[in-house]
């Protein structure tokens, strides 16, 4: 797809998801490590080709965003993000992000947050962005960090906000403002 954004980091390439990657993204959430704090869980690789074809038509739709990260020095897929959905009422986009095990402690999912915020801020983006929101599951200490250090502030918990994986689990809210990335 001629329209699909790239983004461009010091170490990393985000593009867009393709059949090709449905072994990466099944290994990635076939991992329970990986997906303690997610709410997939892939038993078959069909779960992985029907993800990327879900992602296609949400982009197409121009609902979602969804990326393939991919390390520019190998063109290995590392993990995917994006933004999960467009609250157009609001000028809101919700993200989210997740890698293989092999990419954790290497800084990765910060370059990757901060190349989807300064997309998503940014006049590439097919929509006005005012607030970016991220939803993370209590116990998620490295995802935290994460947003802290690009500036994203914690608003409060959400009680039994998501369900997976059978049970409701409480999420804590971090946003980022248009105005907070402003620098004077």
């Known amino acids: 797809m ?3 954004p790239i983004i461009e980091t010091e170490r990393l390439i985000l593009n867009e998801q393709i059949i090709d990657d449905s072994k990466s993204i099944f290994a990635m959430f076939s991992d329970s490590d990986v997906t303690e704090f997610y709410d997939l869980h892939f038993t078959k690789e ?3 080709v029907e993800l990327i074809e879900n992602d296609t038509k949400r982009f197409n739709e121009r609902k ?3 990326w393939a990260i991919r390390e520019k020095s190998t063109n ?3 993990g995917s993000c994006g933004i999960n959905r467009f609250e157009d009422s609001n000028d809101i986009a919700v993200i989210g992000y997740e ?3 092999s990419a954790w402690g290497k800084g990765y ?4 947050v901060k190349g989807v915020v300064d997309y998503s801020f940014s006049e590439r983006c097919p929509k006005f962005i005012n607030r970016i929101e991220a939803y993370v599951m209590l116990g998620n200490r490295a995802s935290e960090i994460v947003l802290e250090r690009l500036g994203f502030r914690c ?3 959400l009680r039994q906000h998501g369900k997976w994986k059978g049970s409701y689990h409480d999420l804590k809210m971090f946003s980022l403002l248009r105005s907070d990335t402003i620098k004077i």
Request: charged share 25%.
């Open 64 to 66: 979602s965003v969804r």
């Open 99 to 101: 890698f293989i095990k």
């Open 2 to 4: 001629s329209n699909f």
């Open 46 to 48: 069909i779960e992985a």
């Open 76 to 78: 290995d897929f590392i």
């Open 155 to 157: 608003e409060g918990t």
């Open 109 to 112: 999912a910060t370059e990757t």
